[in-house]
Each structure stands twice: as C-alpha cells, then as structure tokens.
Nanobody, 124 residues
Framework: HVQLVESGGGSVQAGGSLRLSCTAS????????VGWVRQAPGKEREGVAG??????????YYADSVKGRFTISQDNAKTTVYLQMNNLRPEDTAMYYC????????????????RGQGTQVTVS
C-alpha cells in the first residue's frame, strides 16, 4: 500500500501562487498514475491534474478549470509530484489530495489505489 504525504497548502490572495508537493513511499505499477484531486464543501470532487510517473511531463492532464494556471511535474527519482498553482482564484479554494491509480481512466473515475490526507488551499 503506497503512502502519500502532501504539503504546501496555505492561504493566499487571488492572483497569488502556491506549490503543492506529494511524496510517495514507493513506486508500484498500481500507482503509475498520480494526480491532484480537489474537493470543496458542497461541490463535487474534481481531478485537476495528473501525470503518468513512468512517462513524465508529456503525459500531463489538466482539467479545463486550471489549464494555463496549474502545472504538474515530478522529480527525477519519480517519488515526489508537484503542483505549481499560479494566478489562483477564490474558486480554487478546496482540500487538495494526491491520489494514485494504475492508469488515467481509473484515476479519473476516482477508483484510487492510494490517497493522501490532503492539504488545504484557501484563496481570498
């Protein structure tokens, strides 16, 4: 069971930036896809960005709501995934989770193999 630890959340003003980090305890085939999911009170869960760990940046997925503002990346060891969030908006306020799955389709359907505890992002 892969353990995921997120960090980097906080409170910022609209237009500001934050960088989230997600460190995985190990790499497994069932965790080859990793991405960031957010959920705000009263709203549906939304997968905002994801990446295939064995492929890298060329496999990045972004929800329409964050395209052009968020960037997902990983370190060379493929153990830490980052989410750079720029030009933040109040509607980006949510708990952000890092979650893994074997492939994109499984991750997109929220059938995660692992999920972290989350980090809060608040934009005012």
């Amino acid at each position: 069971h892969v353990q995921l630890v997120e960090s980097g959340g906080g409170s910022v003003q609209a237009g500001g930036s934050l960088r989230l980090s997600c460190t995985a305890s190990e790499y497994t085939d069932s965790s080859d896809y990793v991405g960031w999911v957010r959920q705000a009170p009263g709203k549906e869960r939304e997968g905002v960005a994801g990446i295939v760990r064995s492929v890298g940046a060329g496999s990045a997925y972004y929800a329409d709501s964050v395209k052009g503002r968020f960037t997902i990346s990983q370190d060379n060891a493929k153990t830490t995934v980052y989410l750079q969030m720029n030009n933040l908006r109040p509607e980006d306020t949510a708990m952000y989770y890092c979650a893994t799955a074997p492939v994109f389709d499984v991750w997109y359907r929220s059938a995660y193999t692992s999920r972290g505890q989350g980090t809060q992002v608040t934009v005012s």
